[in-house]
C-alpha cells in the first residue's frame, strides 16, 4: 500500500474510532463474501463494518485516544463502529455468531474502556432502549385508560343526580386506576432493573455495568412525570 494510501486509510478509522460510541473487534478467517455482506445487513446503517489492516488500526485507535489491547489485534480484523445503540449491535453479533460459528468475536471498547467478549455478550442480552420505553409505554396506556373509565363513569353519575357528596367519591374512586398506574409502571421498570442489576453485579466498574446503570436511568426519566 502506497504512503499516501496508508495515510488516507488511517485519517479514516480514526474519525471512526472517534465518532464510534462502541468498537467490536472480530476476526472474520472462514466467513464468505455473502456472509460478510449478510452480517453488515444485519448491523444496519448506524453501525460500519469494516475489514481492517492491524497495523493501521493500532496507529488509528492511537491517534483517536483509544486504548486497543494487543491482543485484539491479531490474525485477520474487522471492527464493527457502533453509532447506534451498541445494545442492538451486540445482538445481531451474538445471533449471527450463532449461525456462523467462524466469526470471532475478540473484544473491544465500550465509551472509552475495553470490554471482553464475555461482556459483550452480557451486553447482548440485556433488552433494548426502544423496548424498554414501549414496554413502559403499553402499560401506562392500559392503566391511563382504566383511570380515565373510572372517572367518566363518576361523571356520569353526578350528571344523573348523585348526591353532593360525590366529587368526594369520584377522587376516591379513581385513586385505584391512578395508583395502578403508578403499579404498573414500576411492574415494567422492575423486571429490566432486576436483570440489569445481576449484569452489574459481576461486571461491576465495568462499561457494561455503566450502560445498564444508564438504561435504568433512561426508565427512570420516562416514568417520572406519569408517576406524579
Known amino acids: 500500500m502506497a504512503r499516501s494510501d496508508k495515510e488516507t486509510a488511517v485519517a479514516e478509522l480514526t474519525e471512526d474510532f472517534r465518532s464510534a460510541s462502541a468498537t467490536v ?5 472462514g466467513l464468505t463474501v455473502a456472509s460478510m ?10 453501525t460500519k463494518y469494516s475489514v481492517v489492516k492491524n497495523t493501521l488500526t493500532k496507529i488509528a485507535a492511537k491517534n483517536a485516544g483509544v486504548d486497543l489491547s494487543d491482543d485484539l489485534l491479531v490474525g485477520p480484523s474487522a471492527v464493527a463502529f457502533i453509532k447506534g445503540d451498541p445494545i442492538d449491535a451486540a445482538k445481531s453479533l451474538k445471533n449471527f455468531q450463532k449461525e456462523h460459528p467462524l466469526l470471532v468475536i475478540k473484544g473491544g471498547v465500550f ?5 471482553s467478549t464475555a461482556e459483550i455478550m452480557k451486553l447482548a442480552d440485556l433488552e433494548s432502549r426502544e423496548v424498554l420505553l414501549a414496554k413502559f409505554a403499553g402499560a401506562l396506556k392500559g392503566t391511563l385508560a382504566k383511570a380515565v373509565r373510572t372517572i367518566d363513569a363518576l361523571r356520569i353519575k353526578l350528571e344523573e343526580g348523585a348526591p353532593a357528596a360525590a366529587p368526594a367519591e369520584v377522587v376516591a374512586e379513581a385513586a385505584p386506576a391512578a395508583e395502578a398506574t403508578v403499579e404498573a409502571t414500576a411492574e415494567v421498570v422492575e423486571a429490566p432493573v432486576v436483570e440489569a442489576e445481576a449484569v452489574a453485579a459481576e461486571a461491576t466498574e465495568t462499561p457494561i455495568a455503566e450502560a445498564v446503570s444508564a438504561e435504568a436511568d433512561v426508565i427512570a426519566e420516562a416514568t417520572e412525570t406519569p408517576a406524579e
Do not use: H, I, W
Open 111 to 115: 465509551e472509552g474502556k475495553s470490554v
Open 25 to 29: 473487534l472480530t476476526e472474520y478467517r
Open 37 to 46: 455482506k449478510e452480517l453488515r445487513r444485519s448491523l444496519g446503517t448506524d
